[in-house]
């Protein structure tokens, strides 16, 4: 549901370091139970797509 969100919203244009703050905001963990990065989010956009 997460991963569905993230896509979402870089598709319709939102910066990626605005997914990764409103995420840590929200209290939403990394695979590694880190804190998100916009750099994170992309790795994750392009090993999923």
């Given at each position: 549901?997460?991963?569905?969100?993230?896509?979402?919203?870089?598709?319709?244009?939102?910066?990626?370091?605005?997914?990764?703050?409103?995420?840590?905001?929200?209290?939403?963990?990394?695979?590694?139970a880190?804190?998100?990065?916009?750099?994170?989010?992309?790795?994750?956009l392009?090993?999923?797509?």
């Amino acid at each position: 549901m997460i991963v569905r969100e993230i896509f979402d919203r870089a598709i319709s244009g939102e910066a990626l370091s605005h997914i990764a703050q409103d995420l840590n905001r929200h209290g939403v963990p990394t695979k590694q139970a880190g804190r998100w990065a916009a750099t994170y989010v992309k790795a994750m956009l392009r090993r999923t797509s």
